[in-house]
């Protein structure tokens, strides 16, 4: 099985895909929508061919550069969060493999999305390419500063944790949107949700998580 095999051979099967699907049904998620993009995105053209073989797995996955594929639970989750604004024009910072890349690319019209690695950058493009997804712009770059460029966002997703809410996500917030972000350290991360009103910024805890850091700065690697 090649990086990109989009036939499914086995677990990559629909029926596989399914029951991803039933699992995270139980696990609360309702959104329709969501969960028709969670069963229709190959999450094992995403990894590493060593791993397919726990690619439908509940759980976060190693990609190289000390990165990660976040759980399904969670790529749900925060596509759920993100779906309730019902977003048009949305920010992803941490592209990773491209797997929430490929989920957000069919909630929404145009997707912008930014790695500061490089490599997984040029990994992302030819996985979404392999897909046919073509609403969505890959940048290298430091996500901190978002993509003033094609700001503002009605919809801003953060898929590593930084210690404290970039001051520049927020500035490229539109009103009516939302942010979410994973906030904290190793010892303790919360996802917050940030929707930004005519008034100001309205934040709430959603729940404990687990991420990996968002660094600053751009890597070749």
């Known amino acids: 099985m090649t990086e990109f095999d989009l036939q499914g051979i086995g677990m990559t099967s629909q029926r596989t895909r399914d029951r991803l699907v039933a699992r995270l049904r139980e696990q ?14 190959p999450r094992h053209i995403f990894v590493d061919e060593a791993m397919a073989h726990r690619a439908y797995e509940d759980t976060a996955l190693p990609i190289g550069h000390n990165q990660t594929i976040s759980q ?20 992803e910072v941490g592209t990773g493999s491209g797997y929430q890349t490929a989920v957000l690319a069919q909630l929404c019209k145009r997707l912008y999305s930014i790695e500061r690695i490089s490599a997984l950058t040029t990994r992302a493009k030819r996985r979404l390419a392999a897909m046919s997804i073509k609403n969505v712009s890959l940048k290298h770059g430091d996500g901190y500063g978002g993509w003033q460029a094609h700001a503002p966002f009605d919809g801003i ?24 972000v994973p906030v904290g350290d190793d010892a303790i991360q919360e996802l917050i949700v940030i929707d930004r009103t005519p008034e100001g910024f309205e934040e ?8 990996v850091p968002l660094l600053s700065g751009t890597s070749a690697r």
């Open 72 to 91: 399904p639970f969670i790529v749900a989750l925060m596509s759920q969060l993100l779906s309730e604004v019902k977003p048009q024009q949305v920010l």
């Open 157 to 180: 997703m953060v898929t590593a944790a930084p210690p404290a809410v970039p001051e520049a996500l927020r500035e490229q917030l539109a009103v009516g949107g939302r942010l979410i």
């Open 28 to 41: 609360g998620i309702d959104n329709t929508e969501v969960l028709a993009c969670m069963g229709s995105v």
């Open 204 to 211: 709430r805890v959603h729940d404990r998580v687990k991420f």
